[in-house]
Nanobody, 127 residues
Framework: EVQLVESGGGLVQPGGSLRLTCAAS????????MSWVRQAPGKGVEWVSG????????RYVESVEGRFTISRDNARNTLYLYMNSLKPEDTAVYHC????????????????????WGQGTQVTVSS
């Protein structure tokens, strides 16, 4: 059974940092592009960042470029998102997601291309 379990969210002041972790199980994560997506209250799902199977290609939505860093540890089947200089507009539930296509190494920002999501972890940025 494919499972994605996120952790690391919380309440942080503007300018603060958090590290999100996604533990994958039930499949070999090294075979898939992985991404982080988020959903803010009353808004649609937004793709945030993605990483290729080997970790050599990373991409970000413009609003987080330079502040967030995605990485992965395939030996541990784990995905990370390091978030710095957090802003109130980063407040959302963050989900990790597995791309639908196996062995396809293109880091797509199309949310519809991601088949499995975790339950999410809440990130709240507020003073």
């Amino acid at each position: 059974e494919v499972q994605l379990v996120e952790s690391g969210g919380g309440l942080v002041q503007p300018g603060g940092s958090l590290r999100l972790t996604c533990a994958a199980s039930g499949f070999d994560a090294s075979k898939y592009v992985m991404s982080w997506v988020r959903q803010a209250p009353g808004k649609g799902v937004e793709w945030v960042s993605g990483i290729s199977r080997g970790g050599d290609d990373t991409r970000y939505v413009e609003s987080v470029e330079g502040r967030f860093t995605i990485s992965r540890d395939n030996a541990r089947n784990t995905l990370y998102l390091y978030m710095n200089s957090l802003k109130p507009e980063d407040t959302a539930v963050y989900h990790c997601a597995r791309r639908r296509a196996v062995y396809n190494d293109y880091v797509t920002s199309a949310v519809s291309e991601y088949e499995y999501w975790g339950q999410g972890t809440q990130v709240t940025v507020s003073s």
